[in-house]
């Protein structure tokens, strides 16, 4: 069964940095392709970015709005992938998802404080 | 970036009751990768329908999705009360991958 577990979120000042995890159980990460979302409170989703499978390249896309600020990593011996998310604006306060083939997890709350 | 449009904004009705939402895409979605998913408050999405009329595991027979291109349709075909909730729907064929607004439906 595919498990996904966030963590790392919290709270932090406008121009700081959060690095959230995405731990998997019940399958390889590197032979999927992993997505973060998020949702700021009262508002609907917005994909964030994404890695791909180790076969189609891991290649990494983002969203405008993270794009040169947020990266996605992974690790293949801890079957994590991370989001490090830098300079922080309010605007990225939000809760963090990842996902895979349509399995979320819980989230991941990053508040950032002006 | 291909943008997605769910109509209606809301949508009230009763159960037992057919609800049909929209999702229109500004461009035509690659290999019809268009997903819906249900929302209820406090509670992380669940994915209902990929590639556009694929049911996801555990899924209810009573929601079913259609269209191909720009225009894809999530209907429910009789309500139940835990029914009640955001759908939205997501393309995931083309990066970025893009969100609709959403569509509530409620009593």
């Known amino acids: 069964e595919v498990q996904l577990v966030e963590s790392g979120g919290g709270l932090v000042k406008s121009g700081g940095s959060l690095r959230l995890s995405c731990a998997a159980s019940?399958?390889?990460?590197?032979?999927?392709?992993v997505n973060w979302m998020r949702q700021a409170p009262g508002k609907g989703l917005e994909w964030v970015g994404h890695?791909?499978?180790?076969?189609?390249?891991?290649?990494?896309n983002y969203a405008a709005p993270v794009k040169g600020r947020f990266t996605i990593s992974r690790d293949d011996l801890k079957n994590t992938v991370y989001l490090q998310m830098n300079s922080l604006r309010t605007e990225d306060t939000a809760v963090y998802y990842c996902?895979?083939?349509?399995?979320w997890g819980q989230g991941t709350l990053v508040t950032v404080s002006s | 970036e291909i943008v997605l449009t769910q109509s209606p904004g809301t949508l009230s009705l009763s159960p037992g009751e057919r609800a049909t939402l929209s999702c229109r895409a500004s461009?035509?979605?690659?290999?019809?990768?268009l997903a819906w998913y249900q929302q209820k408050p406090g509670q992380t999405p669940r994915l209902l329908i990929s590639?556009?009329?694929s049911r996801a595991t555990g899924i209810p027979d009573r929601f079913s999705g259609s269209g191909s291109g720009t225009d894809f349709t999530l209907t429910i075909s009789r309500l139940e009360p835990e029914d009640f909730a955001v759908f939205y729907c997501?393309?995931?064929?083309?990066?970025?991958?893009?969100f609709g607004p959403g569509t509530k439906v409620d009593f």
């Open positions: 996902d895979v083939r349509g399995n």
């Open positions: 019940g399958f390889t990460s590197s032979d999927a392709q």
């Open positions: 890695i791909n499978s180790k076969s189609a390249g891991e290649t990494l």
């Open positions: 461009q035509s979605v690659s290999n019809n990768f």
């Open positions: 590639g556009a009329s």
């Open positions: 997501q393309q995931y064929g083309t990066s970025p991958f893009t």
